[in-house]
């Protein structure tokens, strides 16, 4: 016989998805920004097609690019 377990009900805070997090990428370069109170970097894809790197903002705004890429095997097994 299988115990039921409580559901967690949506208001609870504790109840939330993760953030949704960037590809782990060999292509792209993350680049530390000098902030006063918190961690800021600039994200910049070097795929290997490019003269120059491609400046692509700030992590938030690069997250949905690069989640979005699909060139084949540049993202680790893990990632794909």
């Known amino acids: 016989m299988a115990i039921q377990l409580p559901i967690a009900s949506p208001e609870r805070d504790s109840y939330h998805l993760a953030e949704a997090r960037i ?43 690069c989640n979005a890429c699909t060139a084949a095997h540049i993202f680790r097994p893990d990632e794909d």
């Open 23 to 65: 590809k782990r990428c060999t292509y792209r370069r993350l680049i530390a920004i000098d902030a006063a109170r918190e961690r800021m970097y600039e994200v910049e894809c070097l795929f290997p097609e490019r003269q120059l790197p491609l400046p692509l903002g700030d992590l938030d705004s690069a997250t949905p690019i």
